[in-house]
């Protein structure tokens, strides 16, 4: 291990691209790994297989570790709970165990959704209290990392919006698919969030990565970074209706914490 090497899990997605482009401009060696969508540039890695993420850390040596990688999909996580899991605490898990067995600086992306959304903006030591499936397995992920490994950072992020390669990326482009359908639908009207660049986390990110560097303890426990602005995904979508000039009277707002 020497020097700036970076590698970063779940680097083919929406954050992931972000912080490769991120450090790659600023002169850090970079590795990314991937699964399902592996390309060019990137090593097709299974997380939830030890062995596999072992073999990518002797080799490369990386001075820092982000661990972006995670299943966030409502269906996926439904449909395969047992698997979501595996990756998101199990994965994470023996993440954090390798990062200590090589001695690297692990920063693990989290999210607000550890939270209920109903009185943020949150503090870090604030009691979490997830209400869907992702929030629950990300809190989950936390404490496992915690409980392995010290020279570790936590960054919760909100929902994040970027550069797409289609609209389900991100949750905030996901509701323009809403809009645009013109089908009547609930929109949680509750839970407030701040969305948030990909480019900027990137940033903040490599801010962490940097410190850590020369001052581990310094960059260890839990941050959080967002945008300033609040919206709830209803009033999301009524930006994104007027923008684009699309009516929005199709979604209905609902005042309550939607579970799920």
Known sequence: MAGRKLLVTGASGLLGRAILKCFESDGWEVQGLAFTRAREGLLKVDLKDATQVKTVMDEFRPSVVVHSAAERRPDKLQKDVEGSRLLNVSA??????ICKEYGCFLIYI???YVFDGSSPPYKPDAKTN???DYGISKRDGEEKCMGVYKDMAILRVPILYGEI???DESAVTTI???VQSGITKQISDFERRYPTHTNDVAMVIKQIAEKSLSNRQVCQGIWHYSGKECFTK???ALVMGEAFGIDTSHLKPVKEAMIG
């Open 110 to 112: 989290s999210t607000d």
């Open 92 to 97: 994470t898990e023996n993440i954090a165990q």
């Open 176 to 178: 323009f698919k809403l």
């Open 130 to 132: 997830p209400l869907n």
């Open 165 to 167: 390669e289609n609209l």
């Open 234 to 236: 209803y009033t999301m």
